[in-house]
């Protein structure tokens, strides 16, 4: 399945993801998570929305099962 996801410019894909969200479980342990996007100008209209947006960019990933 083919997603796109936003990264920081210039930067390797698994490195630099742009994680916005920090789950807390009941445990006390955390993990990051971003967001997919299954269209490419959905995920182009959300990096709009960001501040410092210029340093992101919308990079296409394959998901597999």
Do not use: C, P
Request: zero cysteines; hydrophobic letters at 40%; proline letters at 0%.
């Amino acid at each position: 399945m083919r997603v796109f996801i936003i990264k920081h410019k210039g930067a390797n894909i698994w490195q630099n993801i742009y994680f916005d969200k920090e789950i807390t479980f009941s445990d006390g342990n955390k993990i990051h998570a971003g967001k997919l996007f299954f269209r490419r100008k959905d995920a182009e209209y959300y990096l709009k929305s960001l501040e410092n947006n210029e340093y992101l960019e919308v990079v296409g990933a394959t998901v597999d099962k």
